[in-house]
């Protein structure tokens, strides 16, 4: 079977990255890569073009997770409190959950989506949790919440 090189100007799944070369089928190449310009080909002017622009990227991207890390380090030095109704065991009547969370961030200053809050289970006990926060690619927070029981009346 016959291949091509091509330098790919995307990161694409199972194939490769942004500036990589890689050898796939020509009909690959010719209707799917090239058509939706994910892919062009492999000359010295275009390899050269790509290790410009790939720089550039990586730049960006160095840039990109410096904030990431820091909105992590923000994010673990936060701790929230909140006063739930609870009975004398410490067992909560309602739960916490990812809505609760990002409302009680949002009061302290944070934005965070409710797909960001990775909580395995709603939070049912008085006490103190850790709460999982992506933020993004492999960088995640936990945030400290407190779980208190309100006063009966």
């Given at each position: ?140 927070a ?11 009346q």
């Amino acid at each position: 079977m016959k291949s091509m090189e091509v330098l790919l100007r995307e990161d694409i799944d199972k194939l490769g990255r942004c500036g990589d070369v890689v050898r796939v089928a020509p009909g690959y190449a010719r209707n799917f890569l090239m058509p939706r310009n994910l892919a062009t080909a492999a000359t010295p002017e275009n390899k050269a073009l790509m290790e410009r622009r790939r720089a550039k990227l990586e730049i960006e991207a160095a840039e990109r997770n410096k904030e990431y890390a820091a909105q992590v380090e923000l994010l673990n030095a936060v701790r929230l409190s909140t006063a739930e109704r609870a009975d004398d065991q410490g067992h909560l009547y309602g739960s916490v959950n990812t809505a609760r969370v990002v409302e009680l961030l949002a009061g302290a200053g944070h934005t965070v989506d409710e797909r960001q809050v990775r909580l395995e289970a709603p939070i049912k006990a008085v006490g103190e949790h850790a709460v999982p926060i992506h933020v993004h690619g492999e960088f995640e927070a936990a945030v400290t919440l407190v779980v208190e029981a309100a006063a009966t009346q």
